[in-house]
């Protein structure tokens, strides 16, 4: 607006109106557009015809989603555990009921104890005797329970 000359119309309102019309038209708003070589930048997507999607979003709703983002925030674990993981849990899962299945997701999503309690009808006491049953038929199935017990 200022290279135009029209800066007694640059009014918060026209500021935000002008920067919505830009990025619903697909355009950059704020700062450089030298991102045309950034798979993230819309730029990028748009000139190289890339479509970026969330690693999980074509899996099933059924099995809880909450657990892979936990374990790929785990910078720390070994590949060959990871490996492990990604094969059993999966399979430990489909060994519980469908209301523990969304008990565990609601777990691993990070939701809090009370919201839990209310969401599934529980005392905030009984998440937590869940939280460790479920740990413990975790490392049963994993055949560590008594590794760990002793």
């Known amino acids: 607006m200022a290279a135009q000359g029209r800066l007694h119309v640059a009014h918060p309102g ?6 919505i019309h830009h990025v619903r038209n697909g355009r950059h708003v704020g700062g450089g557009q030298n991102s045309a070589h950034d798979v993230m930048s819309a730029t990028c997507q748009r ?3 890339v479509r970026v999607s969330r690693y999980f979003e074509h899996r099933s709703a059924d099995i809880a989603d909450g657990w892979r983002q936990v374990i790929l925030a785990d910078r720390k674990a070994r590949i060959p555990d990871l490996a492990a993981f990604r094969i059993d849990f999966p399979q430990w899962l489909q060994t519980l009921s469908r209301r523990d299945r969304g ?3 609601a777990l691993t999503s990070g939701e ?9 009808g529980l005392s905030e006491g009984r998440v937590s005797l869940l939280r460790r049953k479920f740990e413990k038929l975790w490392l049963t199935f994993q055949g560590e329970a008594e590794e760990v017990a002793a």
């Open 14 to 19: 026209t500021i935000a109106t002008n920067a």
């Open 47 to 49: 000139r190289h015809c």
């Open 103 to 105: 008990v565990i997701n």
């Open 112 to 120: 809090r104890t009370k919201s839990m309690a209310e969401r599934f």
